[in-house]
């Protein structure tokens, strides 16, 4: 608790300074003010999360966490746990859409057993930091204990820093664990005050009995733990998982080391809340990919009053949305950092 207490309090506002450079800049160039639109707030915003006028995000990698779920044993998924497992060897085969998807933008993926109910060789890509092999059903009590989610917080913070270190300069957050769009919910509901039924989706697509089965069990969890849902920390350990947990970490870390981090779907948006109602200033840290077809998310946003870059009907997770922003921010600093003045290219402003 202590660690994490002075990990929040590392985490200041953006660079004004650099922010307005960064706007003087983009006024300069070969184009009308504002014509790139929402591609020059993201120069202007990315200028002021890392300090420079003329940031660069060349170097991409999503850290995607892996885990499983108690909760699983409820029926809550069109897909049996075991899938989470197969899908981690997927991954560090390179043959899931995350890695068809990063290969196309130059992405690098990261994939970190934070929680898999299996054990993994050693493998190039895969990075071991179980916390244990699932989490407890969060119907019959927390899922998580304070010292466990603490761990997860910890692992995420040390794989920001890590990136940190190998010149990484944005990261994107990824999920992989069956079942983990109920406990997701259930954060959902008790972060943004709202009933289950207005933030449980169908997830990897239950049908109509598999959702009315989800939101009972959104229900139940937030009744069996209502006297541990008092503040950010412990709702996450109550109604968590281990790889929400380390998404939470990872955004953390991202935020103390000055670098803007892409938030994938619905679950990376469930870490992301957790840690801007731990520090909200984190927000501005946060780049929010898409917006997923789970309808919590939309309510998120609106709490938030934030605007993902991207609108495709995704649904999958893996950190796939990130990807596909990470695509966009590079364009947009590409423009940013490559275009010419007016002056340097000898083009009449609308002012001269």
């Not at 054990?119 to 699932?134: A, I, M, Y």
């Not at 239950?206 to 412990?234: M, Y």
């Not at 609108?311 to 423009?335: F, K, P, S, V, Y």
């Amino acid at each position: 608790m202590e660690r994490l207490n002075k990990w929040l309090s590392e985490i200041g506002e953006l660079d004004e300074k650099a922010m307005q450079e960064a706007k003087r800049r983009q006024d300069q160039l070969t184009k009308p003010r504002g014509s790139l639109g929402r591609l020059e707030e993201l120069a202007c915003r990315i200028a002021g999360i890392t300090g420079r006028a003329n940031p660069d995000v060349n170097r991409k990698r999503i850290v995607l966490f892996a885990a499983d779920h108690g909760v699983t044993l409820e029926g809550v998924s069109a897909y049996p746990r075991e899938v989470t497992a197969q899908m981690v060897k997927n991954f560090l085969h390179g043959g899931a859409a995350i890695n068809a998807i990063a290969r196309s933008f130059g992405v690098e993926v990261e994939v970190v057993d934070i929680g898999v109910d299996a054990e993994f060789p050693d493998t190039p890509g895969l990075v071991k930091r179980k916390v244990s092999r699932g989490t407890s059903s969060i119907t019959k009590g927390p899922a998580m204990t304070i010292e466990q989610v603490v761990s997860a917080i910890t692992a995420g913070v040390e794989r920001a820093e890590v990136a940190v270190q190998y010149g990484v300069k944005l990261l994107g957050t990824g999920d992989m664990g069956i079942g983990n769009t109920t406990p997701s919910s259930a954060l959902y509901a008790a972060l943004l005050d709202r009933e289950p039924v207005e933030v449980t989706g169908r997830g990897t697509g239950v049908d109509d009995q598999g959702l009315a089965r989800k939101i009972k069990v959104v229900e139940q969890a937030l009744q069996v733990n209502r006297e541990k849902l008092t503040d950010p920390l412990s709702t996450l350990a109550a109604l968590g998982g281990f790889e929400i947990g380390g998404l939470c970490g990872l955004i953390i870390g991202a935020a103390m080391n000055r670098m803007p981090v892409v938030i994938d779907g619905f679950i990376s948006s469930a870490a992301a809340l957790v840690a801007i109602r731990m520090k909200p200033v984190i927000q501005r840290y946060c780049i929010f990919g898409h917006l997923s077809q789970e309808q919590g998310h939309k309510l998120l946003f609106r709490e938030l009053g934030e605007r993902p870059l991207l609108d495709l009907d995704l649904r999958l997770g893996e950190g796939t949305g990130a990807a596909l922003a990470m695509g966009i921010i590079q364009a947009a600093m590409e423009a940013h950092n490559g275009m010419t003045t007016f002056e340097s290219a000898g083009v009449s402003n609308k002012e001269d």
